[in-house]
C-alpha cells in the first residue's frame, strides 16, 4: 500500500550539487522513519542517511557525512536527499525507504522501497 517514487537522479560532475527526491504516497507519512540506501554495480545495498519521525534524528554513514543532508517536509510527503560535493564513489542507484519503526540503519528493518534513481558523478 505504501509508495516510493524517486527523483532528482541524473549526470553531475563531482563537486556539484544535487537533490534527490522521494513521493511517499498510501502512508501516514509522519509515522515513517525515512532512508536512503544506494547500490553501485557488483555490490551490495548500503545505507546512506536515514531521518526519523517529524526529523527529529538523523543519522549518516561515515562516508557521506559532512556532505549529504537528509530532510523531510511532511506536508508534502516527501524526503530529500541533498547531495554536495560528490564524488565518483558516490555513483549508485539510489533508493528511499519507509519503515514505520525506528531509525534503522539496516535496509532489512525498510517496509518500502522506491524504484531508485541512477546517480552518476563524473571527475
Known amino acids: 500500500q505504501g509508495h516510493l517514487i524517486e527523483s532528482g537522479g541524473g549526470l553531475v560532475q563531482a563537486g556539484a550539487s544535487l537533490r534527490l527526491s522521494c513521493a511517499a504516497s498510501?502512508?501516514?507519512?509522519?509515522?515513517?522513519?525515512m532512508g536512503w540506501f544506494r547500490q553501485a554495480p557488483g555490490k551490495e545495498r548500503e545505507f546512506v542517511a536515514t531521518?526519523?519521525?517529524?526529523?527529529?534524528?538523523?543519522h549518516y554513514a561515515d562516508s557521506v557525512k559532512a556532505r549529504f543532508t537528509i530532510s523531510r517536509d511532511d506536508a508534502k510527503n516527501t524526503v530529500y536527499l541533498q547531495m554536495n560535493n560528490p564524488k565518483p564513489d558516490d555513483t549508485a542507484g539510489y533508493y528511499c525507504?519507509?519503515?514505520?519503526?525506528?531509525?534503522?540503519?539496516?535496509?532489512?528493518?525498510?517496509?518500502?522501497w522506491g524504484q531508485g534513481t541512477q546517480v552518476t558523478v563524473s571527475s
Open positions: 531521518i526519523g519521525w517529524r526529523g527529529a534524528t538523523t
Open positions: 525507504a519507509a519503515d514505520i519503526g525506528e531509525t534503522y540503519t539496516d535496509d532489512r528493518e525498510y517496509d518500502y
Open positions: 498510501g502512508l501516514t507519512f509522519r509515522s515513517y522513519c
